[in-house]
């Protein structure tokens, strides 16, 4: 069994969740997160390390249950738990809204959807006491439960679950399981752009070329869901077409040329085809269930060309129909 990270108790923290992704997914994940959750602060909380958890909702929807989770598995001890209405924001400034409302001197930013594994916090903030380290983000995978999500873990863009542990420097971080020193956050928020995801790379890149210390902490690790149902799974995908249009239209300024979508569809496939026949075998697939996840693969690249050719014709088609 490993030693519990050591932690000094002026390393105070908070930990911010959005409470937009649980309406898309499974609400017992956010159940099992939040009882994960409570047992590890307050494993830290005997170890005079405090903090505070924010959820940030949007008011304006009716009762979502946040209030009992809470109560349920964050009550019956001395962390402060503060829920901060941020309106119809979305994803991105939703993070946002709580990293401002935050007081820890580190801001960790959990989805409601992932499930934190055991030492996940303690792990994330050992990373602090590191001077060099200004972000630290934990190792985000797929459940490999059902085959459904066999087949998502081997072809979407979370690495599968690494056995690994330590502090490396890595390029592709997750803005679902990541933390920052606050005055760093406070300074350089997610941007504010018009897509559904890849701010948080964004934001990781521009911090990198000015020269943050930025490293993964492979031993906090939290599971993933695959999309939740069919509408999920065909939002999800037409959201990426949606984002690859925007995205082009805004790094270049210039019409989108219809070859981009076919270079981009077919990097797409290429490389979740290769992710699938590459390792089926490590998640415990054969070869027919390797056929069968990539039936699913070019159904999810399917609804990526579609996302992308309505937003070609109209963004509002997909932001106001598909959104997530």
């Known amino acids: 069994m490993l030693e519990p990270p050591v932690i000094s108790e002026a390393l105070d923290y908070s930990v911010v969740i959005e409470w937009e992704n649980v309406r898309l997914a499974d609400t017992s994940r956010a159940d099992e997160m939040f009882r994960r959750l409570g047992g590890q602060i307050r494993e830290l909380g005997s170890r005079d390390v405090r903090g505070e958890v ?6 304006h929807l009716p009762d979502d249950g946040l ?10 001890h001395a962390t402060p738990v503060r829920i901060v209405d941020a309106g119809g924001a979305p994803y991105y400034e939703k993070k946002n809204v709580g990293g401002r409302a935050a007081h820890g001197a580190i ?10 594994e055991e030492r996940w916090l303690a792990s994330l903030l050992a990373a602090f006491e590191r001077p060099d380290v200004d972000v630290a983000a934990g190792s985000t995978y797929v459940d490999t439960s059902t085959f459904y999500s066999k087949a998502f873990a081997l072809f979407w863009f979370f690495p599968l679950r690494d056995a690994e542990e330590g502090l490396v420097t890595a390029d592709v971080l997750f803005g679902n399981n990541i933390a920052f020193r606050r005055k760093l956050f406070l300074e350089n928020p997610f941007p504010s752009v018009e897509q559904f ?7 990781i890149g521009d ?8 490293f993964l902490q492979r031993g906090s690790r939290c599971a993933h869901p695959p999309p939740n149902g069919l509408m999920h799974f065909v939002r999800r995908a037409m959201c990426d077409g949606h984002d690859n249009i925007i995205i082009w239209r805004r790094d270049t300024g210039t019409h989108v040329p219809w070859r981009h979508t076919y270079w981009a569809v077919r990097a797409w496939s290429q490389r979740f085809l290769s992710g699938i026949w590459s390792r089926y075998r490590d998640v415990g697939m054969t ?9 699913v693969a070019l159904a999810y690249v399917a609804c990526v060309t579609a996302g992308d050719l309505l937003t070609r014709v109209d963004p509002r088609i997909v932001r106001r129909r598909f959104g997530i």
């Open 207 to 214: 911090l990198r070329r000015r020269g943050a210390g930025i």
């Open 197 to 203: 995801r890849g701010q948080c790379g964004m934001l």
């Open 107 to 116: 801001v960790v930013f959990l989805d409601s959807d992932v499930i934190p």
């Open 67 to 76: 209030d009992r989770l809470l109560a349920r598995h964050l009550a019956d």
């Open 54 to 59: 924010i959820a940030v909702r949007d008011g």
């Open 287 to 295: 070869r027919a269930g390797a056929v069968g996840a990539t039936m």
